[in-house]
């Protein structure tokens, strides 16, 4: 391959030269083949996967089936898993068990129907940790029109949801101290609040119903955000 300045533009062209085996000068006929279109290809294709592994946010690539053809150094990162162990597995490997079934009914209705996807998926890391993704999925059509790959760009936002938990809580508790007209009523919308926000079971030293019915003062609820 060489390439050649055409008219202030540059091109590339793939030379093959046929020696005349019966011509006993050693004489041949050359080919040029112009590839310019080729080479701009491989060029945008080599940007576009520099773009795709050095991206902030989790990528991910799987075939019409769901197996994983690829995915992206923050989706390492991100769950713990190699390129080598998570390619040909099945997404479902990530669920926490969090995420209710209909959610995933509806992702998979929608991108095989050819549209894209966003939403909120609860999975799960290599080492167990639970973390919220913010998703988008999106099908990758062929020439044919037919859907070859989907592409799962997904960002992590279990600090956001932290946060915003925590927000919550502080602003129903403060609507709590000021509408509550006893104490009785102020522990138990406290403890309610964070049952509901926090993620907790609560129970309160000195209200014996409370303790029989709870038994532990406070006790993380299953899947509450750390």
Not at 1 to 23: A, G, T
Not at 96 to 108: A, C, D, N, P, V
Not at 177 to 187: A, D, G, I, P
Request: hydrophobic fraction near 35%.
């Amino acid at each position: 391959d060489y390439p050649c300045h055409c008219q202030d533009k540059k091109r590339w062209f793939h030379l093959i030269l046929i020696p005349l085996l019966e011509n006993v000068n050693g004489g041949a006929v050359a080919m040029h083949i112009d590839i310019t279109e080729q080479k701009n290809s491989e060029k945008n294709l080599r940007i576009l996967s520099k773009a795709v592994e050095q991206s902030p946010n989790s990528t991910m690539v799987t075939n019409p089936s769901g197996q994983i053809e690829f995915v992206n150094r923050e989706f390492t990162l991100l769950t713990g898993y190699t390129q080598e162990e998570i390619k040909g597995k099945n997404p479902n490997i990530l669920k926490g068990g969090e995420t209710s079934l209909e959610i995933y009914k509806e992702l998979w209705s929608t991108i095989l129907s050819g549209k894209k996807w966003q939403g909120e998926l609860h999975n799960r890391k290599k080492g167990g940790t639970l973390f919220w993704e913010d998703a988008s999925i999106s099908p990758v059509f062929g020439k044919k029109g037919r859907i070859e790959h989907f592409v799962a760009i997904k960002v992590d936002i279990t600090e956001r949801k932290r946060i915003h938990r925590a927000i919550n809580m502080i602003t129903k508790t403060n609507l709590a101290l000021v509408h509550s007209k006893n104490e009785s009523r102020l522990l138990s919308a406290v403890r309610k609040i964070a049952e509901q926000e926090g993620g907790y079971f609560m129970s309160w030293i000195g209200y014996k119903s409370d303790i029989q019915k709870n038994a532990l003062i406070c006790q993380k609820c299953k899947g509450a955000i750390e």
